[in-house]
């Protein structure tokens, strides 16, 4: 007799067990699904074998070939198109010449087929149904048949109200090849759907052999695991390999056991595995071949595929790991949930019941999952960036983590507190702007909500509605496909490190503030701010001096919401406006780098116009860039320069405050003015403190307000009556350079303990990394906290210096990578 194994399945329900293979290739007891289904049909001397595939059909072809390694000869059907079952099975019709058998290559049965195909022969059937009683028959489809066993209705689907009978439809089928003449090759055609009410319809003789034995479709993750147990637990006869060492305790060749493990079956151990001292591994539990599972580990009721590694003190308890995943030290794992193939979980990290980890997943140590992981690659402990939470929107940030970060901000802040809350224009950050605040009402926030605001403007409403914090989402400026989600203070600054590490914990534990419901809060519409923040705006400079000065400026690339807010101001101050490739709505905005490879053509517009300077001020509203009408660009390092120069010229004996990786320009002009510089740490917060600290009011607008910094830069020019290339002029030149290395997150502590040891008696500071002084410069190499990577800065008398000192910590860096 001849059989056609169906194998052409996704399994999308079984994912992330089937994101790297199709359904019949994932294992059960350490082989394919589809090798149980192939050794039954040779059980019952059935080896002429047709199979059907469609999903990664090369996966299954690979790994059976012809079949001879089983007994049975093996011929391979493609679907180029989905048939149906039916038509897949007739698309391997040229070998149908007799009765067939046919059955589902991703379900787990030991039913006797024997006795199905001598029932079907006895009834003289054109088809027979095998049949099997379920507790629960709403998720299969329902057959009814009379007491001789002829099929008289089919039900797929029922509700418990249409469930007359708890017989439902195994997959297995027996048919005579005319069955298949019925409908024409090619085309879709499902066996329940439309082969069998046609055949009944027709009056055809089709009945149902109710069969006794095990059978389960492996439908989902549940029925998963549940297959494993029951094999285990001895409810179905499937062939276990290994030595049977004791009670329900088989074990693999090459196996190491040590004599301090706890074992304790029903237990599977296959070939070369590890198990180290003082660890326990209690079943149902199935361990693949190459797992190694180190001291003091607890392994329970899980199922580990090949090759997997369990770290020191690490606890698994129902859990799902597919091939070569690696679990660190003092990590953990938990009931119903599944870590995809290659995934990498650091030590400390925490996987939360019913959670699904997608293949090639890297989840960093301390990291608490209580989300599935599907999309990216890395996961961290730390939601909080350098400069706020960034991510991709409803991939990184999703609307359930905005919900979950609101609720947990919003709980910390005490009982009823004002929350101001915004965004910019983009789609995307309206929606996280709605669900983060749902977040804050659940945690009983009252919260007000403003429309399109740029972030100096959202900073400057928290502090004006007198609010305990505020939160601002808005499209990345350097990112496009990126979105940031800032969280200020009660005076609009970035909230404390120590505010991030609350949020986070709150966050990763789930530990919300869960109100009743008449306490939720309440969101109310905020005024448009526009119209204060150009009063607010324009009171702190000399507007009178500006207008007077008839000013010309060339803006380039402005999106709608920063010319929203930047024209009127410029219109107040009598400030003529020359656009240049403004955003219009027929094409997009344009990216940092287009930004970067179009920024110098502003200085022709700046020529052809006589005006003083080009500017284009970011997406967000944060950082200026100037272009004089000489093609030098202002930014970065060299724009802190030119603010300094302006603070301490308004300001002599003045302070000015700058992160520690910014060139020591800043230190000169500050001698020329007998002022002083006070440095920080790179992150923006550490310079917002400082500058609070020391009330630099005007320096906090010059470095974090890119409309309020260019009226001041305005104003300076109308006072000393100056061209812009002018004022560049008396800055002084300076060489910095800055790049950065891969630098894996485990090597990053080694590297910057080696550079410390190497660089004692040196002239060395720790503000933020390791800033080492040479005598022809200084070289500062700073662990990236976002990515995994070291950024180096250097500066010296000259660009070559500059250069070779970068290069000589790269090559350190690569130098200490390599020991490792």
Not at 357 to 374: L, N, Q, R
């Amino acid at each position: 007799m001849k059989a056609v194994i169906m194998a052409g399945g996704g399994g999308t329900r079984l994912r992330p067990l089937t994101c790297d293979r199709p359904k019949p290739m994932v294992p059960i007891m350490n082989k394919p699904m589809m090798e149980h289904i192939v050794k039954l049909l040779k059980s019952h001397d059935i080896t002429e074998i047709g199979v059907t595939l469609q999903y990664m059909p090369e996966a299954i072809k690979d790994y059976f070939t012809d079949g001879s390694q089983w007994g049975v000869h093996l011929d391979y059907f493609i679907e180029d198109v989905p048939l149906g079952t039916a038509g897949s099975v007739k698309n391997a019709s040229s070998i149908l010449d007799e009765t067939f058998l046919v059955i589902s290559g991703d379900a787990l049965t030991d039913i006797d087929l024997s006795a199905a195909i001598k029932f079907h022969r006895e009834k003289g059937s054109m088809a027979t149904l095998v049949l099997t009683s379920v507790e629960t028959p709403l998720e299969y489809g329902v057959v009814i048949t009379s007491e001789d066993g002829k099929i008289t209705r089919f039900l797929e689907k029922p509700s418990w109200g249409e469930v007359f009978s708890d017989t439902v439809n195994t997959g297995i089928y027996i048919l005579e090849p005319e069955a298949l003449d019925l409908f024409e090759q090619g085309v879709k055609f499902d066996f329940s759907k439309n082969l069998f009410p046609m055949i009944l319809e027709r009056k055809m003789p089709l009945y149902g052999y109710v069969a006794e034995g095990y059978w389960c479709d492996v439908g989902n993750l549940g029925q998963y695991q549940q297959a494993h147990y029951d094999i285990l637990e001895g409810k179905v006869s499937v062939d276990i390999e290994g030595e049977q060492q004791e009670e329900q305790v088989w074990v693999g060749e090459k196996t190491q056991i040590s004599t301090e493990a706890e074992i304790e079956g029903p237990l599977v151990i296959g070939n070369g595995c590890m198990i180290g001292p003082a660890s326990e591994v209690k079943g149902p539990t199935v361990l693949g071949p190459g797992t190694i599972i180190e001291k003091e580990s607890s392994v329970k009721q899980s199922i580990l595929w090949q090759n997997v590694y369990i770290g020191k003190n690490a606890e698994l308890r129902g859990t799902v790991f597919c091939n070569k995943v690696r679990l660190g030290n003092g990590a953990s794992a938990f009931e119903g949930s599944v870590i995809g193939d290659e995934s990498i979980v650091e030590e400390g990290s925490r996987i939360k019941p019913e959670m699904k980890i997608w293949p090639h997943k890297h989840i960093e140590s301390g990291t608490i999952v209580h989300d599935s992981v599907i999309w990216g690659r890395k996961v961290s402990k730390n939601l909080f960036g350098i400069d706020g939470i960034k991510g991709v929107p409803n991939l990184e940030i999703t609307p359930e983590l905005a919900v979950q970060v609101g609720n947990a901000f919003g709980s910390l802040l005490g009982e009823d507190p004002l929350v101001m809350i915004s965004s910019d224009d983009w789609g995307a950050s309206r929606m996280l702007k709605q669900a983060f605040t749902s977040g804050l009402l659940a945690a009983g926030a009252k919260v007000t909500v403003m429309d399109n605001l740029l972030v100096p403007m959202a900073r400057a409403a928290v502090k004006d509605l007198g609010a305990a914090g505020g939160v601002h989402i808005h499209r990345s400026p350097k990112e496009e496909d990126k979105i940031s989600l800032k969280i200020f203070d009660e005076v609009g600054l970035n909230i404390s490190k120590d505010w991030e590490k609350k949020i986070e914990q709150a966050y990763q534990r789930e530990d919300y503030q869960r109100i009743q419901g008449e306490k939720v809060g309440e969101a109310v519409q905020g005024d448009n701010f526009l119209e204060k923040y150009k009063e607010v705006t324009l009171k702190r400079i000399n507007a009178n001096a500006v207008r007077e000065a008839n000013n010309r400026i060339v803006l380039a690339f402005a999106e709608p919401l920063v010319y929203t807010a930047i024209a009127p101001i410029l219109k107040e101050l009598n400030v003529e406006t020359i656009l240049y490739e403004p955003f219009t709505e027929e094409k997009q905005p344009f990216s940092r780098s287009e930004i970067r490879e179009r920024i110098k053509r502003t200085n022709e517009v700046i020529n052809e116009y006589e005006a003083s300077l080009g500017v284009v001020v970011d997406r967000a509203g944060e950082e200026l860039i100037l272009i004089d009408d000489k093609e030098r660009v202002v930014e970065g390092d060299y724009y802190t320069a030119l603010i300094s120069y302006i603070l301490f010229k308004f300001n002599k004996n003045g302070i000015v405050a700058v992160p520690v990786n910014v060139s020591g320009v800043v230190e000169k002009i500050a001698e020329r003015f007998s002022g002083k510089v006070v440095r920080t740490k790179t992150a923006p917060r550490f310079l917002m403190e400082e500058i609070q600290k020391q009330d630099l009011i005007d320096q906090f607008l010059l470095q974090y307000d890119a409309v309020a910094a260019l009226t001041y830069i305005i104003q300076y020019l109308s006072q000393e009556d100056l061209r812009f290339s002018q004022l560049l002029d008396d800055i002084p030149e300076f060489h910095l350079t800055k790049k950065k290395i891969e630098c894996s997150w485990g090597s990053k502590g080694k590297v910057m303990r080696r550079l410390i040891e190497e660089n004692q008696g040196k002239e060395v500071e720790m503000i933020d990394g390791i800033k080492v002084r040479h005598p022809e410069g200084w070289a500062l190499i700073i662990p990236d906290p976002d990515e995994p990577y070291y950024q180096v800065y250097s500066e010296g008398y000259n660009e070559e210096i500059s250069e070779s000192l970068t290069d000589l910590y790269l090559d350190k860096i690569k130098s200490i990578q390599k020991e490792s």
